[in-house]
């Protein structure tokens, strides 16, 4: 495990390691979200990248819908 220190302007570099594996390039955007007393920073992809990212997921194509939707 690192450990990153969190600097007066309330800013962290993320060790090279881990952007190197993550593939997170400068200027990219990174959602933060906190679970409890946890901390995660999630990369964001455009719906172009993200296009396709389910498919052979074993997506049922049968949805349920309201009564009222048929």
Known sequence: MTTVTVSPKYQIVIPKEIRERMGIKPGQKLRALSYGNR???????????????????????????????Y
């Open 39 to 69: 901390l995660e920073f999630v990369p964001e992809i455009s719906i172009a990248e993200a296009r396709g990212i389910l498919k052979g997921k074993g997506v049922s194509s049968v949805v349920p819908r309201d009564d009222d939707r």
